[in-house]
């Protein structure tokens, strides 16, 4: 088998023991989400096997016909420890300290001079995950409007901070020591933005994707997406077998999905662009630029669209409009909304930066608001 398949046969039965273990753990009289969860994982374990039906031969029977079953009980005996160890566990130095950090920040937002009140609440819900002093009606216009998972702390979120240390830390150089320092602390201050924000399942998810793509770099190794996803699975589930009961856990995993096996199929349909002319050439990519928005958004509603309307009883009409207007402008105002913190905290944050930040919250609110009304 290829590296790839290798370890989705040792992550799927995994994360299906643990999710029936930890499932299993709840009352069957809570809700009826467990009889869904419980026949999806039938499903994806049966798709497991179907997707194996190749490596059942004579010379590999007998390692493939005890690899699922044990990495099963395997899943079944994490998700059991975890059941049993949900305590209280002491709060360590770090954690308390990233906690003090994120409550900083927080006061921070408040204290910027935005001239409407509802700015100040979406920003610190971008960047903090502090989602209490979001209007009811604003919430709802996200949540209606399919853009629930700009307000939820995820890969976009810390994908963007990423993005931005890269570039400022590229100035460094490329030398191997400057790269193994760069990737050190990308990765401190990943960590601690995770915890700073809470440490919600999605942003740690968001997380053990950027440790595993620096530690990448730093030995030579292209790992591909499908790759890693199946393994920051398996570390996450291992370190955190409760969180498969995550709805954030489960979204977040899913998008990534849709992603890593959905998205290259979609993407590709789209011709190839006729560069005969430098205006054709022109138009065939910005073309396939909006081609692969909607793909990517496509291949997200496929695999979380499901979930999505088994746990809220909603399904976005209106998903790739959004998208189209929602990430672009979400992809602009978080930099600016963290340019405008960081030079508040220092006192010399000009009001026009604070006034740009503002237009991009006020834009990205309004467009979500008329797209829920339609």
């Excluded at 979204?251 to 992603?259: E, H, P, R, V």
């Excluded at 630029?289 to 509603?301: E, Y």
Aim: charged fraction near 10%; hydrophobic fraction near 50%; aromatic fraction near 8%.
């Amino acid at each position: 088998m290829n590296g790839a398949r290798d370890i989705a046969g040792i992550t799927i039965p995994y994360a299906v023991g643990v999710l029936l273990t930890v499932y299993a753990g709840t009352s069957l009289c809570r809700n009826s989400v467990l009889i869904h969860i419980l026949t999806l994982s039938g499903i994806v374990f049966i798709t497991t096997l179907l997707l194996y039906r190749d490596h059942w031969k004579p010379d590999h029977i007998a390692t493939e016909s005890l690899t699922i079953p044990v990495m099963g009980i395997c899943g079944v005996l994490s998700g059991l420890t975890g059941l049993s160890s949900e305590l209280a566990l002491p709060v360590s130095p770090v954690e308390s300290y990233a906690t003090g950090l994120g409550e900083r920040i927080q006061h921070s937002i408040d204290a910027i001079p935005f001239r409407y009140a509802h700015t100040g609440a979406l920003i610190k819900a971008l960047l903090t995950g502090e989602r209490s002093s979001l209007p009811k009606e604003l919430t709802e216009a996200f949540r209606d409007s399919g853009a629930s998972h700009i307000l939820a702390l995820s890969g976009l979120h810390l994908g963007i901070i990423y993005g931005i240390l890269s570039g400022i830390l590229s100035l460094a150089g490329n030398s191997k020591r400057a790269q193994k320092w760069r990737s050190v602390i990308m990765i401190l201050i990943c960590g601690m933005y995770t915890m700073a924000t809470g440490a919600g399942a999605s942003i740690v998810r968001a997380f053990i994707f950027i440790l595993l793509g620096e530690a990448g770099k730093l030995t030579g190794r292209h790992n591909s997406l499908s790759h890693t996803l199946m393994t920051a699975l398996m570390i996450q589930l291992t370190f955190s077998p409760l969180s498969a009961r995550n709805v954030g856990f489960q979204l977040s995993y899913a998008a990534m999905a849709g992603i890593a096996f959905i998205y290259p199929w979609i993407k590709g349909l789209w011709p190839e662009e006729d560069a005969g002319t430098s205006m054709g050439a022109l138009f065939g990519k910005v073309t396939r630029k909006i081609w692969n928005s909607l793909a990517l958004s496509i291949a997200c509603q496929i695999t979380t669209g499901p979930l999505a309307f088994l746990y809220f009883d909603t399904f976005p009409r209106y998903f790739l409009l959004t998208n189209l207007l929602s990430l672009p402008l979400t992809g602009i105002l978080i930099p600016s909304a963290l340019l405008t913190l960081c030079l508040s905290i220092m006192g010399h944050c000009p009001q026009m930066l604070i006034n740009i930040t503002e237009m991009l919250a006020r834009t990205l609110t309004w467009s979500l608001e008329v797209i829920a009304s339609m």
